[in-house]
């Protein structure tokens, strides 16, 4: 099997589809606010998963909230999970993972409400 430093670096866009489809379908299958769809978009540096307002206490407003920022390094075929600080506006590094079935399994989970707030 191909690494996925390796996967990203030669294959380019097959792979990032790749990703974002096992990003999509593991959100599929998430404990917390399964009545809502959230969104995976590419965007520079990574992927960003948003939802329609989970809690009125995050967006009083109800519009679509930042859940998540999954980051590869290609370099460490490592992945960066990312949490939004909603207090301040900001993201903060949650976690670092080898493989990405194990940030999503965390993603997914959330046993500390740490994403789906």
């Known amino acids: 099997m191909v ?7 030669t294959s380019g ?3 990032i589809a790749l990703d974002k489809c096992r ?3 593991a959100l599929e299958d998430r404990q917390r606010y399964r009545y809502v769809s959230p969104r995976v978009r590419e965007v520079d540096g ?5 939802s329609p307002c989970c809690s009125r ?3 009083p407003e109800g519009g679509y909230v930042d859940i998540a920022f999954l980051r590869h390094e290609p370099d460490t075929g490592g992945w960066w999970l990312y949490r939004k600080n909603h207090a301040i506006g900001e993201w903060e590094c ?9 940030l ?3 993603l997914c989970g959330d046993p500390l409400r740490r994403f789906w707030q």
């Open 13 to 15: 866009g097959s792979a």
């Open 57 to 59: 206490t995050v967006d």
């Open 94 to 102: 949650d976690s670092i993972h080898a493989r990405l079935v194990d």
């Open 3 to 9: 690494s996925s430093a390796r996967r990203h670096a």
């Open 46 to 50: 990574g992927f960003l998963i948003d």
């Open 104 to 106: 999503l399994r965390l």
């Open 23 to 25: 990003i999509q379908r």
